[in-house]
């Protein structure tokens, strides 16, 4: 999966998270200390798509090459 680095946009995510109560993301945390989605939300960002008011916001993100923590098992 490829990710999208949100560190820099944690404010803008907090206030579409609170204007939708029906969904919200959840950007999980990375091995260097970065904030991550996965960047496989574009691919429903589309008009009457479940994250179309998240398209903007999504398509300004910066990929990146960190991957997710994951805590040992």
Partial sequence: MNWLDVSQHLDELAALNAA???RRIQP???TGGEMLVGSDLLTDCGPGAYWEDYAEWLAKLPQTDAVPLVADA
Avoid: S
Wanted: hydrophobic share 35%; aromatic share 0%.
């Fill in 28 to 30: 999980v945390p990375g």
């Fill in 20 to 22: 939708h109560a029906d």
